[in-house]
C-alpha cells in the first residue's frame, strides 16, 4: 500500500486510462478518467461498499496511459479492455457484459445494441465492446436515422411509422433490392470501424435537402448529427483507420537512465503498450538500437514501427526486416509524441519515486547485511557471465554502494582461457578482479555476488582463498522461470521473502548485470569475422573452412542459407550444428 501511496501523489491530471492489477501483476480492472489523479485517488481516499470494495481490497499496484483528450481515453479504455478482459470490468457492471452494436444476420437485418452471451460463433456482425452505453446507444439512433435499416423486431403485416419517414423500407410489403441492403452494411461496418466521411456527406445532403424544403428543425437535427460526430468520434488521434499491424517507439532521458514506450495499434488502434526504464550505460545511439532490436526477439515484428528522427531507420529495417518510419506530421507524428510523453512520464514517476523511496533503498541494503551477518554493509560486486557454445565468452561485474548502482566502477572481462564451462570462466574473472584489488589497492568490496549456484560459489572462493582475501561470497539460486528463489554460500541457503526490499534489491542488482553482461557480449559478437566464428563450430577444419570463406565470404550470406543449402557443402550434423549457432548468434 506504501507503494501505491506514494505513485498517487506522482499521478498526473491528463486524461487516459488506469490499469489496475492484483498481487500477481494480473490486470483485474480497466478504467478511463479524465484526470488521472482524481480518478485514481479516489479508490484509495473514500469507503467503498459491494463490489467496488472488494476491487479496492485486490489492488495490489496500477499503472497508467496518458492520452491528450477523455475521448482518446474512452476508445483506448475500450481496446484494453477487449485485450485483457479484465475481472471486475465484468463484476462491477452488476454481471452484465458491455455493450456491442449489432448489424443482424438477417434477411432484412437491423442495427441494434446487443449483449451476446458468446462472441465467438455469434452469426451477427459485432462492433466494440462500448464501455460507455450511452455513446453506443446514440451512435446506433444516429445510424438508424440516416440508413432505413428493419425496426421492428417481427416483421409486421403492413408498413409503420418507420416507412412514412424514410426510416424503413417497409420491408414487411415492399420487394427491397438486395444490393441497396448490401451497400448500407457496408456503409455502416465502414463508419464503426472508423471512416466517417461517407456518412458525413450524406448527413450533408439530407441537411441540404431539408434546408431546402424549408424544414429548418429537420435541417438542425442533422446539424447536430454533424457535430457529434465531429466531437465525439471523429477528433481522436490514436486511430489510423487501417489494417496494418504497427507499433510505436519512442524514449526519454534523464539522469542517466533511459525510458522506452511501445505502443502496440491493431486495426489502427492502440490495444496495449510496453515500456522498460534502465540505466543508460552506453552510447545513447546503441542502446535505442539494442533495445529495439532485443525487444522483437521476444515479441512479434509488426508490418510497420513508427519511431523519431533519433532512430538509425536504416539499421532497424535491416535487423527486423520491416518499414521503420519516422512521420513528419499527421496522425502517426502525434502518435509518436504519444510514446515520447508517455516514456517522460514514466521515467520521472521513476525517478520520483527513488528519491522518495531513499530510505527503503538504504534499509534493504542494511537488512541484507544483517542477513548475511556483514554489519556495516556498503560496497557489493557482482559478477555474470556469457559466452555462445562455450565461444565469445564474457564476464561483466557491476557494482552497488548501498544499494545504489556506481556506473564508474563497472568492468567488462574477455575471458582469454578458452574456458568452456561457467566453473573456470568465474575462476578467471574472480582472480583477475582480486589481484588488481591487490596489486593498485583498490577498494575490497563488502560482499561478492556471483550471479549462480554454489558451483560459481566454490569457484570464485577457491580463488579468493589462493589470494588470501577474506570477502564473503554468496550465489544468487534460481527456479526454472529464471526467477532469484534463495541466497547460497557455502554453508547454508537464505530464503528471501518476495515481497520484501531486500528481494527488489537483490533482483535490481541480478537484472542489472546480466543487462551490461549481454550488452557486453553483443558487441563482442558484432566485431567477429566470419574466419573467427567458423573455428567455434564444432565440425570444421582447416580444409572446410577454407571452402566455406572461398565460396560465401561473409556473415551475412552465410546466415541466409537454410540447413538444406547448407548440407550441400557440409555433412547433415556439421550442417544443422552451423545453422544453430548462427542463428544463436543474432540473439
Known amino acids: 500500500m506504501d507503494k501505491i501511496r506514494e505513485k498517487l501523489k506522482l499521478l498526473t491530471t491528463n486524461p487516459g486510462c488506469y490499469l489496475m492489477k492484483n498481487e500477481n501483476g494480473t490486470i483485474i480492472y480497466v478504467g478511463k478518467a479524465k484526470n488521472l489523479k482524481r480518478r485514481v485517488s479516489s479508490y484509495f481516499n473514500r469507503e467503498h461498499t459491494g463490489k467496488t470494495k ?119 410489403e415492399k420487394k427491397v433490392d438486395k444490393e441497396i441492403i448490401k451497400d448500407m452494411i457496408s456503409e455502416v461496418t465502414s463508419f464503426l470501424k472508423g471512416n466517417y466521411d461517407d456518412v458525413k456527406i450524406k448527413i450533408k445532403d439530407l441537411m441540404q435537402e431539408a434546408s431546402d424544403s424549408l ?211 568465474m575462476q578467471e574473472v574472480i582472480y583477475r578482479r582480486y589481484y588488481r584489488v591487490l596489486h593498485d589497492k583498490l577498494e575490497k568490496p563488502d560482499l561478492i555476488i556471483v550471479d549462480g549456484g554454489i558451483i560459481q560459489v566454490n569457484a570464485a572462493k577457491e580463488i579468493l582463498d589462493s589470494l588470501y582475501l577474506d570477502i564473503p561470497i554468496i550465489g544468487l539460486k534460481k527456479n526454472d522461470k529464471h526467477t532469484t528463489t534463495a541466497l547460497i554460500d557455502q554453508e547454508r541457503e537464505y530464503e528471501i521473502d518476495k515481497t520484501s526490499d531486500v528481494f527488489h534489491l537483490l533482483t535490481r542488482i541480478q537484472d542489472e548485470v546480466h543487462r551490461y553482461t549481454i550488452s557486453y557480449h553483443k558487441e563482442i559478437r558484432s566485431k567477429g569475422s566470419l574466419s573467427s566464428i567458423l573455428d567455434s563450430v564444432p565440425g570444421i577444419g582447416t580444409e572446410r573452412k577454407k571452402m566455406l570463406l572461398r565460396k560465401y565470404k561473409t556473415i551475412t550470406k552465410l546466415k541466409s542459407l537454410t540447413i538444406e543449402e547448407l548440407k550441400e557443402d557440409l555433412p547433415d550434423k556439421v550442417a544443422e550444428d552451423l545453422h544453430v549457432f548462427l542463428k544463436e548468434f543474432d540473439k
Open 54 to 172: 472488494a476491487l479496492v481490497e485486490n489492488i495490489r499496484d496500477f499503472e497508467y496511459i496518458v492520452t491528450s483528450t477523455e475521448v482518446e481515453s474512452l476508445l483506448l479504455e475500450i481496446n484494453l479492455i477487449k485485450k485483457y478482459s479484465p475481472k471486475y470490468n465484468i463484476l462491477l457492471k452488476d454481471n452484465k457484459s458491455y455493450p456491442y452494436i449489432e448489424i443482424t444476420d438477417e434477411t432484412y437485418p437491423r442495427l441494434i445494441i446487443s449483449r451476446p452471451r458468446k462472441i465467438k460463433g455469434h452469426k451477427g456482425k459485432l462492433f466494440g465492446p462500448y464501455p460507455n452505453a450511452i455513446a453506443a446507444r446514440r451512435t446506433v439512433q444516429l445510424l438508424n436515422r440516416i440508413y432505413p435499416f428493419r425496426k421492428c423486431h417481427t416483421m409486421d403485416k403492413k408498413v409503420c411509422l418507420y416507412y412514412h419517414i424514410g426510416q424503413c423500407l417497409g420491408y414487411c
Open 215 to 425: 424544414n429548418f428543425e429537420r435541417a438542425i437535427e442533422y446539424k447536430e448529427m454533424l457535430e457529434y460526430i465531429d466531437k465525439v468520434l471523429e477528433k481522436q488521434k490514436i486511430s489510423l483507420n487501417d489494417n496494418i499491424t504497427r507499433d510505436v517507439i519512442n524514449y526519454y532521458v534523464k539522469n542517466d537512465y533511459i525510458s522506452f514506450q511501445v505502443l502496440h495499434l491493431r486495426d489502427g488502434k492502440i490495444n496495449m503498450r510496453d515500456g522498460e526504464v534502465f540505466p543508460l550505460i552506453d552510447d545513447e545511439e546503441d542502446t535505442v538500437s539494442y533495445f529495439v532490436t532485443s525487444f522483437y526477439d521476444k515479441n512479434e515484428v509488426p508490418k510497420e514501427i513508427l519511431v523519431s528522427n533519433n532512430f538509425d531507420t536504416a539499421l532497424l529495417e535491416s535487423a527486423l526486416n520491416t518499414r521503420v518510419l519516422v512521420p513528419q506530421k499527421g496522425l502517426k507524428k502525434k502518435l509518436v509524441d504519444m510514446a515520447y510523453d508517455n516514456a517522460k512520464i514514466v521515467l520521472e514517476e521513476k525517478f520520483e519515486l527513488i528519491v522518495r523511496d531513499e530510505k527503503r533503498t538504504f534499509g534493504a541494503n542494511e537488512k541484507l547485511g544483517k542477513i548475511l551477518g556483514i554489519p556495516h554493509l556498503k560496497r557489493i560486486e557482482t559478477f555474470d557471465n556469457a559466452h555462445l557454445f562455450g565461444t565469445y565468452t564474457v564476464s561483466g561485474m557491476v557494482v552497488f554502494n548501498n544499494g545504489k548502482p556506481d556506473k564508474k566502477e563497472y568492468r567488462k572481462y574477455k575471458i582469454e582461457s578458452g574456458s568452456k564451462d561457467d566453473y573456470h570462466t
